[in-house]
């Protein structure tokens, strides 16, 4: 996987978990996994790991079925939307056919068989024969009608039999016209079991033809053996994950173990645990020179020879796909992996993690002795502490509303009997902590949904204060809180507007404190309505706000408690185009504001993507969507900034994924100056990154003689050079320096670095 060094300006790389494995395949003297959201192929010689994603090489985010053919030396992919790729010598052709197709029903690709060079796809809207010669779909057969859709394939003595998750069907695989349902059979034999479960997998072995089924009890499911047109029971009181071959063995992959048979079915040995210690998930597996590799829910890729010696082959990532809520603070980023269902809570138990020097450490239940058997789920919320990086802390939606992290370790837990943290009125014990948000002194600020006095501060020295901001925003949902650059606290509130609030001296004295509630009225905020889903601060200590309605701005912050009615409104960013005024974003549902180390604005949106504007909100730098970006979704739901390197990180519904952009934090010490590539060498033409000098510096490239051939103006920290002269020509070897000077009569300029280019 590529190292943050790597990461290229204007590069994408994807974070995913590699513990999710799915499904796996062997060919071409390799090992491939997929997993819930890319594929990990692994080179059985070099026993080097290659990581597979959308924002690399893949076409589509969300694997679900592989296959490995030997005659055209083909790997196919194919993905939960009925999209499918095939891999020839690391080239990666895409066929939309069927994720295009007019076709109404469930496109995903449950698995894929292949003979004859052809490839056969279990899809639920059919199944669809690839050529793989030709690399186009050559039929679609329809096994019912109405098309059912099918979970499994099977190629049986000289038959196709389709698995729905009801019934099977089989048709000759000699017959020309499997497109006409008529041509399929039923198999009646097959015994109605659909009231309490449901048929799942389906393969064959030496004659034989294997059948799971599903039941609704947990350890209550059946493997069939379909013998002289009767279904026999082969194995019972079983939780099957799922049925594969491999080296002419039968592999019955069960919650807790993996079962190997022979071509006679019977029974060869139980692989029943693995030396890291996990619970065995296996989903498949193959057998491969000596070795079985499975994929495994819980555990990722696995080589295993037997029950007593096993290795995980993975690689850097989190425990868990799942994010909610992202939080950067001096080179470490933290993840909230909860979500909500609607308003209330998605019992999700994923827990959190956290990324620090290009290295993954995850939070959740079974890992932390503290809150284990505690009803504690939905991490919904994530703050880092600035004055030591080493706490996060976590706001939940469960009966433990707010959960404090040390290191790699959960050190303090607190609900409603040791801090002042308000349940939700009728929730029988559940509380909601929407944010939290650590300032400079340690101090944690706490948005708390639904109390009599929503914010709270937890101060560095364990000491509880709540404030009453006035009744508009008593007992109502809270949303994000920020601190501005005069520790002003601003809050979201639905049905309120925003509150913002200063404690005055001291946090401990309520008699200096003041608040003042601004709303959708013409006089008192002018906003265009009272749910505000997003806040933020920027360099000139502007308030963004972001609404399902669109995106406001408020620019006399500094005299909010003072300035008469009408004076600390919102304000909309117009632009002007000929004759015509338009609204910037219009009415965009926007989820989330962040601000680079230029001062330039990233806006998230609920189905729009992401944007990034200028300083001052007026254009639109680029926009990022599924169509024109590897972004996982369109549905972003929040944006977390590395301010040191420049890279955004984007939490979307389908996953953490980040983008390098050209802005970062000024640093006018230049302490930490880094420029890249270097050398450059004749086969790169990217940009070259200077990175790590004084905010908006002018930046000039000169030739040892002292002669220009380049200058430019940095974002925030970070400028580049894309490596020709001003005359438009490629840069020729030799040394070139770098000098940047700021408009300040106090700092004069400087050669900050120098760049080698090789031609």
Known sequence: MQSFAQLGMGKWRMHISPYQAIDVAQGNNAIYTIL?????????????????????????VSPTAIAY???????????????????QNERVINLPSIVQSTVNGVKTINNII?????????????????????????DTYNTSSPSEVIVDIAIHQDSLFALTNENLRVGALSNQFLADPGQWNLVTSLPNYTADGIYNS?????????????????????????????????????????LSTSNNELLV???????????????????????????????NALFYDGDYYVADANSGLVKTPNAFNSEQIIFEGPRFNDAYRADWEDGKLAIAGGGLNGTGPSFN??????????????????????IQGENIWDFVSVSVDPSDISNVAYGTYSEIPLIIQNNNSIVDTFGYSNSLLEPSPGSTGWGYVTDVCYDDEGNLWIANAFGDQPMKVRTSEGSWFSFDLGNSVKTKLTRRIVIDNNDVKWMGVDGAGVVAFDHGENIDDASDDRYRVLNTGANSGALPTSTVEAIEVDFDNNIWVGTPEG?????????????????????????????????????????????DGANRKWIGTASSGVFLLSSDGLEVVRNFTTENSPLLSN?????????????????????????RSDASQGDINYTNVKVFPNPVHPTYFGPITIQGIAFNSDVKITDMAGNLVYQTTSNGGTATWNGQTLQGQRATTGVYLIWTSVDDPDTKGRKVGKVVFIN
């Open 36 to 60: 819930s959201r890319g594929m990990l192929e692994y080179d059985l010689e070099a026993g080097e790991k290659s990581i597979w994603t959308s924002a690399n090489y893949l076409s589509d």
């Open 202 to 242: 389906l393969v064959s072995l030496n004659g034989n033809l294997l059948i799971g089924y599903n039941d609704v009890d947990y350890n209550s499911d059946t493997l069939f053996n379909y013998v002289n047109g009767q279904p026999q029971v082969f194995l019972t009181d079983i939780e099957l994950n799922g």
């Open 114 to 138: 292949c003979k004859d060079g052809n490839a056969y796809l279990a899809t639920g809207v059919g199944i669809v024969v690839i050529n793989l010669s030709k690399q186009e779909v050559r």
């Open 69 to 87: 053919d030997e005659g055209s030396q083909s790997l196919l992919i194919g993905y939960e939307n009925g999209n499918l790729d095939i891999i």
């Open 635 to 659: 549905n972003i739901l929040d944006i977390s900034i590395d301010q040191n390197t420049g890279e955004v990180f984007f939490v979307t519904n389908e996953g953490l994924i980040s983008y």
């Open 253 to 283: 992959c069960t919650a807790g173990d993996l079962k190997i048979y022979d071509s006679d079915l019977d029974p060869v040995a139980t692989i029943f645990q693995y030396q890291h210690g996990t619970f065995m998930e296996p989903q």
């Open 349 to 370: 138990t994923r827990g959190g993690s956290y990324f620090e020097e290009e290295q993954w450490t995850s939070t959740y239940q079974a890992n932390q002795p503290i």
């Open 551 to 595: 995106m406001r701005v408020l620019y006399n912050s500094n005299n909010v408690f003072d300035a008469s009615a009408g004076d600390y409104n919102f304000q909309k960013l117009l632009i002007e185009f000929g004759e015509n005024v338009e609204i910037v974003l219009g009415t965009t549902h926007i989820t989330d504001i962040e601000i």
